[in-house]
């Protein structure tokens, strides 16, 4: 986890807070906040790296929603976050 998100979390939103992550990837960062105490759900456009982070949670016994979703093209269902993250996704598009 880069040290100014770390930071940012510290700062202005304490665990236990509920946390959405879009564009989650491998789930390196859901996984990092669920050690830390938060309630994670994480979602990416990828259904192979969404099976890739469920697995890597469950090995740590970390109860993390992970879901596949389009967050351009649908609204996920998921209880309403404290906070939403990304990191590296939405600068990433082209158009508006």
Not at 2 to 8: I, Q, S, Y
Not at 44 to 73: H, N, T, Y
């Amino acid at each position: 986890m880069a040290p100014v998100a770390v930071d940012l979390f510290r700062d202005f939103a304490p665990a236990p807070r509920r946390v959405l992550e879009i564009g989650c990837g491998l789930g390196t960062t859901a996984i990092w906040l669920a050690r830390q105490g938060y309630v994670v759900a994480a979602c990416d456009i990828s259904r192979a790296a969404i099976a890739r982070a469920e697995e890597r949670a469950r090995r740590e016994g970390l109860p993390i929603e992970f879901f596949v979703a389009d967050v351009l093209g649908e609204r996920p269902q998921v209880q309403p976050p404290d906070v939403v993250f990304t990191r590296g996704l939405l600068h990433t598009f082209a158009d508006a």
